[in-house]
């Protein structure tokens, strides 16, 4: 009898010290978990234009996270999918919805034909167009994240999305792709 | 006025890796030919049936990897094929080089995608697979001469590696019997093998296999290598790091338990100037393409194979120990390389 | 810091890790001393020809500048201007091929020289030792000088940050870079035989501003005269020339430190928080001239060498200079896919032309042949040799770095200390699988530095997103706020006027708001009106019979003198019977669009007349406003031009002016002329293109070819 005690004794107390480690390493080693859908909202672009169907990065985010489709950011294209898919642990989801890495690119008025009608600064999700009614508008292109949204709401079509133009600045070293014996181009 | 474009930097030292593996290929001449003087011819059939594979393979393989041939002219097949003939028995059968070379070739360096893909060394790879399948041929060296009860001449040699027979008819086995009538091995086995059987470590070193200080030939061997090697480091073909860790590991183990138990394990130089020693240390460890690459990396990836060849030399199943030792060390590689990280300019941690 | 000195006034120095020994080929351009290089036809000045950004521009095309006048004004400390390097006539301001490895262009001002080199009044100040330093740092700065030797950091932010630590405390140490250690390039080496007094005395300039406790003037040992010549000017117990064992890169700033005191200078941090200044020669020659002699940087030492050029040798040469201009002056015999490398061998880059100016960090122009300096071979696989990270001048693993910076781990490579790389092509030098270990460093660090901006813009772009959604959101909630009071207030006001039953109040209101919304909503906008116009064309336009187009615009121009005439009614609004023709006009056409047959077009179109008096009385509007009624007229008249031009037959011209001229005299004087109001005719036209692209959209989607919208020769 007396060793059935000792044995119920010896797995209480073990029991209770599993449980005092358990119980500090859950207060020591607690996670603070980043919420997901904040890394997912990392992973997007923030251009804000909508075409995923939400209004917004940060609406789309909590929709992933909430179990749609992963493949629906038009201006992350190729990149964002794996990225998201990468962080979910899930499969890319093959040939369809947006592909291959977009090209940059900005809105820019052609301001012989703005007529001032403000439509574009009501559409443009990050405020990236200054103007007054009547007046003429124009794109301010640090901010502007290449959404289109402005695009279709303007009557007279004076919006156009534009490439960047390449830079010293922006120069990437793309020299390597020249073989290093061109062609003779020596007159 | 249009010019040609290129990158910086304009100018280059020149070096190539195949002058690289060249330089290498010369400083295996000396322990080579000091090989073929006590061995006897062997050692170059086996040298030109390695090269012959391993260059056929590689050129095989380029050619169904649709690659261009330009890497066979590297020589770094040749040596590879050398390295695996010189740690070959002078008479082990022509297959077995074959099937080595070839194995190192297509599996140990091509599979994993050429020339600097490969994690482990393709020699040594090669030169396992042979230990384990062909345990008999690969364990059984002729005796040093004036040991030996036959001496074998170029037409013994290529008959015995083809057939299994000289022409006068003896067979491999019996040209390594020694003067005595007893089967002759190396120094190594045969202190492995004597203190198994519970001979005196004394006794065991009194016998014909051994010199006052090493293994009786080996220690030539070992030394013409080390001549090699030592030309290597001075012309920083090699990282001395790795030769001097290697050796300080395994010297510094031998004389460590030569040091506490003197009854059971023999003077350090033996260890040292015998088996694959020198070789090991700077022509099989010093591959760079699967040594570490750091400072500090490859002292330490020096001092792990010394201390894994003590080990296996002495607590292990075979007499020496390395290419399994290499081998081990290539495991790690990876690790060392991100665990010695030298400090960059400037850098505060 | 103070027994570190003692140690190296003894004499003692240290090393650098790593570093090579390439051919030198120096003997090639320095046995001659400096020559001019002459002034060129023309000259290509960059705006920007510094770390930082272009000052703001103060010429115009046409204007006339003279030698040393400033092109550009600065408006902060990263802006660093430029001047005309010879007199001449600004011919153009554009893009222009830059001195960029890229090869791709930039603004730069274009001068025709005149050959007089007439100068700008200057002021030298020979008594520079009784100025302020806050009078010689302006003057640094206003002359344009941004470093020489290859990096092009202005120099005046480098020495204030050495002043702000000479604040503080004593400044240590002062060094002068005169290591040259790159092959072939020997400016600095002949600047120093040839000017040595100046650069003396540009250091005594610095010492004067910053007061270091030491100075010390670094110069490889493979320069023997250069040193001497600078020993012979040197007189000052606190100035030491230290004789540098030769080897690349020691002129690299972080190593020089490194060998002269031992000591890193911590990554990512100026060595002026060391209390160390650092200036090549040519700098300190430049900071002479410019403080004694008020000479701006308009010229520099540029070494002209190489074995394809007739004459190497170093020349003064006026920044703007084309390349081209100097290849031929120094006799470039170009060999089958020559090279000229703008720099070194080492760290220089290839130009992909000849019409590239010289700018101020522009040290070297090498024509090297293939024998000389061979063409790279083919990179193959690495072996791993670690040749690269013995190498390394930076102490780091090159090897590991390309690894990474290939396969896309630049966030690894970033760990492996990518960043403290200075791209001095040790590694590929060295390397025996002839890769261009540099070249992947480079790329990857301008990939991670676009990462860094995207991510920072999409941050901001957030955050601005958020603002936007919580600013429409307080204006919806005042709109709101102010609707609910306007409400109380008018039911509180009814309460107090009694009698009258609210709810029947408020639905007769309604009813009156409703009626009256419908006009002013619309009518507000002439534009609205012009779009209804637009609109009923586009109709018609999609009836998509040609022939029906004159119909169409025929129906507009009868449209418009209905309207006009409603203005003659004196309480009428010309502009709300415009708007509600426009209405009637756009039912109509709707109508005809559901019965899809294009002959119900004309019929549609001729419904409008009665419609239009009937809408006109609808709409009791308060008084009429002339300017409105003026632009409807323009707008109306613009119609009328537009259809008669559409109409495309030259007759029925006369007739829509005509339709003009009863429509002038009725609007108010303030519409003049036909031309009075160009902007609305052009807004309408603006519109109507609209429409007709979508219009031709729309076509395109339904498989028909794209007819091609008539405004198109307009918008052009």
């Not at chain 1, 980043?34 to 209004?55: E, F």
């Not at chain 2, 007499?319 to 960059?344: E, S």
């Not at chain 3, 000017?233 to 080897?247: D, E, F, G, I, Y």
Request: with cysteine.
């Amino acid at each position: 009898m007396s060793h059935f005690l000792v044995v119920i004794l010896l797995f209480a107390l073990l029991a209770l010290v599993f449980g005092l480690i358990l119980g500090y390493a859950a207060i020591r080693f607690k996670v603070e978990a980043d919420p997901i859908v904040d890394q997912i909202d990392a992973l997007l672009p923030q251009t804000q234009c909508g075409q995923c169907g939400y209004p917004g990065c940060r609406p789309y985010a909590e929709a992933v996270a909430n179990g749609d489709a992963i493949n629906k950011c038009v201006p992350g294209g190729e990149p964002t999918i794996n990225k998201i898919a990468d962080l979910l642990g899930v499969e890319p989801p093959q040939g369809e919805g947006p592909v291959a890495a977009p090209v940059k690119k900005v809105a820019f008025i052609h301001e012989d034909r703005c007529i001032g009608c403000t439509k574009c600064i009501q559409a443009c999700p990050v405020d990236a167009i200054v103007g007054a009614a009547k007046l003429m508008h124009t794109i301010l292109r640090q901010e502007c994240t290449g959404c289109d949204l402005c695009v279709d709401p303007c009557p007279t079509n004076c919006i156009e999305m534009i490439e960047l133009p390449q830079t010293p600045d922006t120069w990437q070293w793309e020299l390597a792709r020249i073989p290093v014996k061109v062609v003779d181009k020596h007159e | 006025m249009a010019f040609s474009l290129a990158i910086s930097p304009h100018s280059h030292s020149q070096q190539t890796t195949g002058r690289l593996m060249r330089l290498v290929l010369l400083a295996l001449l000396p322990g080579l030919i000091t090989q073929w003087f006590l061995f006897g011819w062997g050692v170059i059939f086996q040298l030109l049936l390695c090269g012959a594979t391993a260059l056929a393979t590689e050129a095989l393989v380029l050619r169904l990897r649709q690659r261009p041939l330009t890497p066979l002219f590297d020589s770094s097949a040749l040596l590879t094929a050398s390295l695996l003939a010189v740690a070959l028995p002078p008479l082990a059968p022509w297959y077995v080089a074959v099937i080595g070379s070839a194995f190192a070739i297509l599996v140990a360096k091509q599979l994993y995608g050429g020339l600097g893909q490969n994690p482990f060394n393709p020699a040594m790879v090669a030169y396992v697979l042979l230990l384990v399948s062909f345990p008999g041929d690969m364990t059984g060296w002729l005796p040093a001469p004036g040991l030996a009860e036959f001496s074998v001449a170029l037409p013994d040699a290529a008959s015995a590696i083809f057939t299994g027979f000289t022409p006068d008819g003896y067979s491999v086995h019996q040209l390594k019997l020694a003067a005595d009538g007893t089967t002759m091995a190396t120094p190594l086995d045969t202190l492995k093998t004597g203190l198994k059987q519970g001979h005196a470590l004394a006794d065991i070193q009194a016998g014909p296999t051994f010199s006052h200080w090493a293994g009786a030939g080996w220690q030539w061997i070992n030394l013409a290598y080390l001549m090699g090697g030592l030309f290597l480091v001075a012309t920083g073909t090699i990282a001395w790091q790795i030769p001097v860790g290697l050796l300080l590991g395994l010297g510094g183990a031998a004389s460590l338990a030569w040091g506490l138990a003197p009854d059971h394990f023999a003077l350090p130089t033996l260890d040292l100037f015998s088996g694959a020693t020198m070789l090991g240390a700077f022509f099989i460890a010093t591959d760079p393409v699967t040594a570490a690459t750091t400072v500090r990396g490859r002292l330490i990836y020096g001092l792990l194979i010394g201390l894994l060849v003590f080990l296996i030399r002495h607590f292990g199943g075979y007499p020496d120990g390395m290419a399994f030792a290499v081998l081990l060390a290539n495991i790690g590689v990876p690790l060392l390389d991100k665990l010695t990280r030298p400090k960059a300019y400037g850098e505060v941690r | 810091m103070n027994s570190l000195l003692e140690q190296i006034r003894k004499g003692k120095l240290w090393d650098f890790h790593g570093g090579i020994h390439p051919e030198e080929h120096k003997q090639l351009s320095s046995q001659t001393s400096l020559l001019e290089a002459g002034l060129p036809p023309l000259l290509v000045l960059p705006l920007k020809q510094h770390i930082g950004s272009p000052a703001e521009l103060c010429v115009q095309v046409g204007d006339r500048v003279l030698t040393g006048q400033p092109l550009t004004a600065p408006s902060s400390p990263m802006q660093v201007p430029i001047h005309a390097s010879s007199s001449g006539t600004v011919v153009a301001i554009e893009e222009h091929t830059v001195a960029h490895p890229s090869g791709l262009s930039e603004p730069c001002i274009l001068i025709q020289t005149d050959g007089q080199d007439s100068w700008r009044p200057r002021d030298p100040w020979p008594d520079y030792a009784e100025r302020g330093n806050d009078e010689l740092l302006a003057r640094i700065h206003q002359a344009g000088i941004a470093g020489l030797g290859g990096a092009g950091f202005p120099t005046d932010i480098k020495l204030k940050g050495a002043q702000a630590y000479a604040q503080r405390e004593p400044l240590p140490l002062l060094i002068v870079n005169g290591c040259e250690c790159e092959p072939y390039i020997t400016a600095d080496d002949r600047l120093m035989r040839d000017e040595a007094a100046a650069i003396v005395e540009g250091i005594t300039l610095l010492q004067q501003i910053l007061r270091p406790q030491l100075t010390l003037i670094a110069i490889e040992d493979n320069k023997p005269e250069a040193i001497a010549a600078i020993r012979a000017q040197v007189k000052n117990a606190h100035t030491l020339v230290k004789v540098l064992p030769t080897k690349y890169p020691s002129g690299g700033e972080r190593q020089l430190i490194e060998i002269l005191t031992g000591r890193q200078v911590p990554s990512g941090k100026p060595p002026s928080e060391m209390g160390i200044l650092v200036q090549n020669v040519g700098t300190l020659y430049a900071i002479r001239q410019a403080v004694v002699e008020d000479e701006p940087l308009i010229r520099r030492v540029v070494t002209l060498t190489g074995d394809r050029l007739a004459q190497p040798g170093n020349a003064w040469v006026r920044l703007g200079t084309s390349v081209r201009w100097l290849m031929q002056r120094f006799g470039l015999d170009p060999e089958p896919g020559q090279r000229v490398i703008m720099g070194g061998p080492m760290m220089g880059f290839t130009l992909p032309h000849a019409d590239v100016p010289v700018v101020k960090t522009s040290n070297c122009l090498l024509a090297p042949s293939q024998r000389s300096l061979p063409s790279r071979d083919e990179e193959i696989n690495c072996i791993r040799c670690g040749q690269c990270a013995e190498a390394c001048p930076a102490s780091l693993l090159p090897q590991q770095l390309y690894w990474y910076s290939k396969a896309g781990e630049l966030d690894t490579a970033e760990q492996y200390r990518l960043f403290d790389c200075i791209e001095c092509g040790a590694c590929a030098w060295v390397c025996p699988s002839n890769i261009p270990l540099v070249q992947y460093y480079r790329q990857a660090k301008s990939q991670l530095r676009n990462q860094r901006q995207e991510q920072a813009q999409a941050e901001r772009a957030k955050q601005r997103f958020a603002d936007k959604q919580q600013r429409l959101e307080e204006e919806r909630l005042e709109r709101d706020r102010r609707m609910q009071a306007a409400n109380e207030a008018r039911r509180a006001q009814l309460k107090d006027a009694g009698g009258e039953d609210p709810v029947a109040a408020a639905l007769a209101r309604i009813k009156a708001k409703q009626a009256a919304q419908a006009v002013p909503t619309v009518a507000e906008d002439p534009i609205a009106a012009a779009v209804a116009r637009a609109k009923a064309k586009k109709a018609a336009r999609e009836a998509e019979a040609p022939e029906v187009t004159p119909a169409a615009t025929a129906d507009d121009a009868l449209a418009n003198p209905e309207a006009s005439p409603a203005s003659e009614a004196p309480a009428a609004d010309p502009r709300q019977a415009a708007v509600a023709a426009a209405i009637a006009r756009a039912k109509a056409k709707k109508a005809a669009r559901e019965a899809d047959a294009p002959e119900v077009t004309p019929a549609a179109t001729t419904d409008d007349a009665p419609a239009n008096p009937e809408a006109s009385p609808a709409s009791e509007a308060p008084a009429a406003d002339p300017r409105q009624a003026a632009v409807a007229a323009a707008i109306a008249r613009a119609k009328a031009k537009k259809a008669a031009r559409e109409a495309d037959a030259p007759e029925v011209t006369p007739a829509a002016t005509a339709d003009d001229a009863p429509a002038n005299p009725e609007a108010s004087p303030a519409a003049e002329a036909p031309a009075a109001d160009p902007r609305q005719a052009a807004v309408t036209a603006a519109i109507a293109r609209a429409k007709a692209k979508k219009a031709a959209r729309e076509a395109a989607a339904d498989n028909s070819a794209p007819p091609v919208p008539p405004s198109s020769k307009e918008s052009d």
